[in-house]
């Protein structure tokens, strides 16, 4: 069995898993459940990975993209990217499935590419040795069933691989491609930037291309998720005559009126709230969580800092500093997920077999109650 | 590439499981009641539905009834086993303070008559329109309504309303247009999806940015399943206007124009 089959072999039993957990949870504790906000036709169709923000994805797929916001507070569909939304509604139209099962196999389908290639990544920046252990990292991760639901997180960490590996291997075209299509997946697609832009430049400066067309290279890999933001906020122009709406509808969707500036601000004073109240383990477990995976990717940001990997730590950092800006942990155990080096780097605990075996294990019955959590709709991230 | 075999194969067979197709029919007689309605809300008539069913043939008939949406999943279907000739009421079995809407169908004649009450018995009942499938607009079609008035004497709201037995193909897209009455001015106009339960339209002139008090004609063009699935019977609109003083209200005549005859 080569290496390629034996990630995607895992991949795929990864996925069984995960079906059957999300299959088997509304049968287990079945009175026990979160408030559900969406209304019968929806209810009784939709998967049970698709829940909360998947809402807004089936929406995007079936209806598009609706009126502006007029005010603080009212959620629209313009805070999402269209790339993934456009990739269920083109399964759904050519196949007639169910629009949350189109959403279910576009995340499993690039969550599986997006596996060969972080196996192909790790290979080559860390060695053979370190794969296995960081595909497990990356599939044990409490919070890694998001790749398999009806969210952006599978594309995203896929296209985010596949344009800096295609940069590493000097191949700018499709490296510009798929960071052209990243920045129309999500957020994270923006902080991919200077990363690319970092890791061109390292990889064509080793190529032994002259200071200039490096530099040319690195612009072009930084450009590109940059132009896949900017496709997107012109079509919002064109369309709405807005081109900075995904802003206002990200503005809008706090019922508060705040500011980038405002986000540590807001995330410090919540944190301090659940500390004086006592609220760490029983008001807003989630939340408090999601704080511990912030620190453990800045620490993992350290680390790759330490191993002199500064293209790769400045991009976990950057992705941690996408949720300080937001004013809240909500999803932070989500948003960290397409930061693929801390996954890398966190594997190098493998050299102690029992900590790094009981750490998988504790952390994949973690992982199933996050799963059992979000069927029954409690906030999951 | 051998790895993605599996892949193929797992994804054939969830494309399989979630290609559901609308359920097929019960029997060639329908009968749609395009709106079922209770509520309690304080200080307006505590409205609900009264709903009976006849078997009409000589013979024992089975009718099945979909509400849409139901109170609870089990009440999703009914089956009404009939005698020659009974009446039955039908449970209402809807959410409160929302539309549903209720669809018969059976292998031998029926009677359905459906009326909205107030359980005080203070204001006026209002008979429900009772239609078949075939009067339902097709993809293709045009529905039409009007006037929707907001006058210190009356007020007008309208919905969206479909059969459950559709709810494969919801949610629906349509083409909105509405103008002066008599076919004057285009006042708003736009393509849109709808939810995949009936829609109340209660303040138009807030959701579609129209002066308040203006009146309007409504003008549906139905343009097909926004899930690209077939449509099996359609949809519907109602128009209701009630008069301020005394709670009574009206339905508006809907007029289809079919796709073939435009």
Request: glycine fraction near 8%; include cysteine.
């Amino acid at each position: 069995m080569t290496s390629r089959q034996r990630v995607i072999g895992t991949g795929l039993l990864w996925l069984v898993c995960v079906w059957a957990v999300a299959l088997v949870s509304p049968r287990v504790v079945p009175w026990m459940t979160g408030t559900n906000p969406w209304t019968w036709d929806v209810v009784r169709r939709v998967t049970p990975l698709t829940r909360w923000d998947s809402g807004w994805y089936v929406n995007l797929a079936e209806a598009g993209y609706w009126e502006p916001p007029t005010r603080v507070g009212q959620e629209t569909n313009h805070a999402f990217f269209p790339l993934y939304p456009g990739l269920m509604r083109i399964l759904v139209r050519t196949t007639g499935i169910e629009t949350s099962l189109a959403g279910n196999l576009v995340s499993a389908a690039a969550f599986l590419a997006a596996l060969l290639l972080f196996a192909e990544w790790t290979k080559r920046h860390f060695g053979e040795d370190r794969v296995l252990p960081a595909v497990l990292v990356l599939l044990a991760f409490p919070t890694s069933f998001f790749f398999a639901s009806v969210y952006t997180e599978a594309l995203a960490l896929a296209l985010a691989l596949a344009a800096v590996l295609s940069f590493e291997r000097g191949r700018p075209l499709a490296g510009a491609a798929a960071g052209v299509l990243a920045g129309l997946t999500r957020i994270t697609g923006v902080v991919l930037a200077p990363y690319l832009a970092l890791v061109t430049w390292r990889a064509s400066r080793e190529a032994g291309l002259s200071t200039g067309r490096a530099a040319a290279r690195a612009a072009l890999a930084g450009a590109s998720p940059l132009a896949g933001f900017g496709l997107f906020c012109l079509y919002f122009w064109k369309r709405f005559g807005d081109p900075l709406l995904f802003v206002k509808a990200q503005h809008n969707w706090s019922g508060q009126s705040k500011s980038i500036l405002d986000g540590p601000a807001l995330i410090w004073q919540a944190v301090v709230e659940d500390v004086t109240r006592g609220r760490l383990l029983g008001g807003s477990p989630a939340r408090t969580f999601e704080g511990l995976y912030l620190l453990l990717f800045l620490v993992l940001a350290a680390v790759l800092l330490v191993e002199k990997r500064r293209p790769e730590a400045l991009y976990v950092v950057l992705t941690v500093a996408i949720v300080f800006s937001s004013g809240t942990f909500e999803s932070a155990g989500r948003y960290v997920l397409p930061a693929f080096p801390a996954f890398a780097a966190l594997a190098r605990l493998a050299g102690r077999r029992a900590f790094f075996g009981t750490l998988v294990a504790l952390s994949s019955v973690a992982g199933a109650l996050y799963v059992w959590a979000f069927v029954h709709w409690y906030w999951a991230g | 590439m051998r790895g993605t075999a599996p892949l193929a194969a797992a994804a054939l067979a969830l494309a399989g499981l979630g290609c559901r197709r609308s359920p097929a029919p019960y029997g060639a007689h329908t009968a749609f009641v395009p709106v079922a309605f209770r509520s309690n809300n304080p200080g307006r008539p505590p409205w609900a539905p009264r709903i009976e069913v006849t078997n009409t043939s000589a013979a024992p008939s089975t009718v099945r009834l979909t509400r849409w949406p139901p109170d609870a999943a089990d009440s999703e279907s009914t089956i009404f086993d009939l005698a020659p000739g009974e009446t039955r009421t039908v449970p209402s079995r809807v959410p409160l303070a929302s539309v549903s809407s209720f669809f018969f169908e059976a292998g031998s004649p029926f009677l359905v008559r459906a009326e909205i009450v107030d359980r005080r018995r203070i204001a006026p009942s209002l008979a429900v329109p009772v239609l078949k499938a075939e009067d339902l607009a097709k993809p293709g079609d045009r529905l039409t309504l009007g006037p929707i008035v907001d006058t210190p004497g009356e007020r007008s709201h309208f919905c969206f309303t479909y059969p459950g037995v559709e709810r494969d193909a919801l949610p629906f897209r349509i083409h909105l247009r509405l103008t002066a009455p008599g076919g004057g001015a285009l006042l708003w106009e736009g393509t849109f999806v709808l939810t995949g339960l009936p829609l109340v339209i209660d303040d138009p002139w807030k959701r579609f940015h129209l002066a308040p008090g203006t009146a309007f004609d409504v003008d549906v063009a139905f343009l097909g399943s926004a899930r690209s699935r077939p449509v099996a019977r359609g949809m519907w609109v109602y128009g209701i206007t009630t008069d301020r003083a005394t709670a009574a209200s009206r339905f508006l005549e809907t007029r289809v124009v079919r796709g073939s005859a435009r």
